[in-house]
Nanobody
Framework: QVQLVESGGGLVQAGGSLRLSCAAS????????MGWFRQAPGKEREFVAA???????YYADSVKGRITISRLNAKNTVFLQMNSLKPEDTAIYYC?????????????????WGQGTQVTVSS
């Protein structure tokens, strides 16, 4: 198992930016594809972005052009840079890892989860 700890959430005005970080420990980071999901109150957890072991990136249509996922293998960390934030981006954001070459877009494709970090975008 790999342990994941998210940070960087907070309160921001619409149009603002935040950068989330997810630090991994316990296993070889480069063995894992990484994903970010979010869950708003009363809604199901949804896919935001993912990055493969080799750096290929994938995004939900709702965030394309505003959000960038990246990973720094030397620091065992994955980032989520969020720009032009909207009130509908308000949610708890979760980092996830799966020991596979390819990424997944469904929560049940990931075995390891962080505790989440709250992002609130005010209008």
């Amino acid at each position: 198992q790999v342990q994941l700890v998210e940070s960087g959430g907070g309160l921001v005005q619409a149009g603002g930016s935040l950068r989330l970080s997810c630090a991994a420990s316990g296993r070889t980071f480069t063995d894992y594809a990484m994903g970010w999901f979010r869950q708003a109150p009363g809604k199901e957890r949804e896919f935001v972005a993912a990055i493969s072991r080799y750096g290929s990136t994938y995004y939900a249509d709702s965030v394309k052009g505003r959000i960038t996922i990246s990973r720094l293998n030397a620091k065992n960390t994955v980032f989520l840079q969020m720009n032009s934030l909207k009130p509908e981006d308000t949610a708890i954001y979760y980092c996830a890892a799966r020991a596979a070459y390819g990424v997944g877009r469904a929560p049940n494709e990931y075995d390891n989860w962080g505790q989440g970090t709250q992002v609130t975008v005010s209008s």
